[in-house]
């Protein structure tokens, strides 16, 4: 008998107790399918974390305030981030990172909405890993011109225009009783970073009436936020980017140094400094750990559906007695015995493992769905799922078969 024989036998067989054949797959099913939806689900998780890292520049160090010990005294000023850019040793730029919150209104169709409003200069656009979709990111003599000027975040555009590509649109925002008319000069992917530094839409809402159901997120010039806001420009952060290949960790530190002295104040816990790079190896290590540890809980599923496997070939040895002495004593060997009943046992948890793999397929495109990210399916997943729900056919049909070929002929065909 060759292989191909054995597949048609133990397709055959499977189908001759379907019901029971689909009740014993259920197990790897299960197994596969919550270890494909977590993996993939979890892998594109990690991914969309890093990239919003990664989108705030890899070379990036944020420089924060501790707000809740801080005086007037101790809030970084705008001297402060001309200072770093020109005196501290490894810095290529730094951008102030002012927040305000107001209300805006898209003059195009009137919409009202939720305004998270960073105040910037020119420098904070190479810390992101793509500048300006559309448009252009406003300039230096913008910025000490306190133009009435601001770039939009992609989603919010599209959010609050219909479409991307809102250059030269005005919006009018208003905070503290004042309000400006500002042109839109570029679109960047800017939403994830004001929502981190913000504290979200939820944050946002505090701050106005709470009633709009639409945030937009604005990048202005930091002079013309403290004109719209009526606030000195009180810095609880700043973006320094380092020179490509510094120490991230040194040149953030050495502009930590530098504030202590400027504001006289040397408590090792007023001002920190984050390493963006630091923070994609510790997310991408922790998230991996977590997968990891989550789809090996559910690989134990695996485990159960493999006994359950080996439980059920074992009632088929039993059915199949007589079957097997009158192939043993017309000349089947051992082997062929052994192969016949291991390539049911494989074929049973094969197919387990491909409705599991589409399960879990669906399933993590399904959930990812929900939080709008894109899940992380690849080729070595599918690949190793198989073989892996294969293996786990062959390991537990190998009791099975040998007791099935070592059968003794004689007893086999004296079997009721």
């Known amino acids: 008998m060759n292989i191909s024989e054995s597949l048609?036998?133990?397709?055959?067989c499977i189908k001759s107790n379907l019901m029971r054949s689909l009740l014993t797959m259920l197990g790897i099913i299960i197994g596969i399918s919550s270890v494909i939806m977590i993996i993939g689900?979890?892998?594109?998780?990690?991914?969309?974390?890093?990239?919003?890292?990664e989108d705030m520049g890899s070379n990036a160090v944020l420089i924060s305030v501790d707000a809740t010990s801080a005086t007037d005294n101790d809030y970084i000023t705008l001297d402060d981030v001309q200072n770093i850019k020109t005196k501290v040793n490894g810095v290529e730029r730094c951008s102030p990172m002012l927040m305000g919150f107001g209300r805006a209104t898209i003059n195009k169709t009137a919409t009202e909405a939720t305004a998270m409003l960073v105040g910037v200069n020119s420098d904070v656009q190479?810390?992101?890993?793509?500048?300006?979709?559309?448009?252009?990111?406003?300039?230096d003599e913008e910025y000490d011109a306190n133009a009435p000027i601001a770039v939009i975040g992609t989603n919010s555009a599209e959010m609050a225009f219909g479409y991307k590509d809102v250059t030269n649109e005005y919006i009018t925002v208003s905070s503290s009783g004042k309000s400006m008319k500002v042109r839109v000069c570029g679109v960047a992917n800017i939403d994830a970073l004001t929502n981190s530094l913000g504290g979200g839409s939820n944050m946002a809402s505090m701050f106005t009436n709470g009633s709009d159901k639409l945030v937009i997120a604005l990048f202005m010039p930091c002079t013309t936020l403290t004109?719209?806001?009526?606030?000195?420009?009180?810095l609880g952060s700043v973006f320094v980017i380092a020179h490509e290949g510094a120490d991230y960790d040194a040149v953030g530190n050495a502009a930590v140094n530098y504030l202590k002295s400027a504001h006289g104040n040397y408590s090792n816990s007023m001002y920190t400094a984050q390493n963006m790079a630091t923070y994609v190896n510790i997310v991408d290590i922790i998230m991996s750990v977590l997968t990891?540890?989550?789809?090996?809980?559910?690989?134990?599923?695996?485990?159960?559906?493999?006994?359950?496997?080996?439980?059920?070939?074992l009632v088929s040895v039993t059915e199949r007695t007589r079957e097997i002495g009158i192939r043993k004593s017309l000349g089947a060997k051992t082997k062929v015995i052994t192969l016949q009943f291991l390539t049911e046992s494989i074929i049973l948890c094969l197919i387990g493992g491909i409705i599991g793999l589409t399960i879990g397929i669906a399933g993590a495109f399904a959930a990812c769905s929900i939080i709008?990210?894109?899940p992380n399916i690849t080729w070595w997943l599918i690949v190793v799922?198989?073989?892996f729900s294969s293996g786990v056919g062959l390991f537990f049909g190998i009791y099975p078969a040998r007791k099935a070929a070592q059968m003794s002929p004689i007893d086999a065909l004296r079997s009721e």
């Open 8 to 12: 048609k036998i133990a397709v055959k």
């Open 227 to 234: 004109q719209i806001t009526g606030a000195n420009a009180q």
């Open 126 to 139: 190479f810390a992101l890993t793509n500048s300006c979709e559309y448009g252009r990111f406003f300039t």
């Open 372 to 374: 709008d990210i894109q």
């Open 385 to 387: 799922s198989l073989l």
């Open 292 to 313: 990891a540890f989550i789809a090996c809980v559910g690989a134990i599923s695996l485990i159960v559906g493999g006994i359950g496997v080996m439980n059920i070939m």
């Open 41 to 53: 689900a979890g892998t594109g998780v990690r991914d969309y974390i890093v990239g919003l890292i």
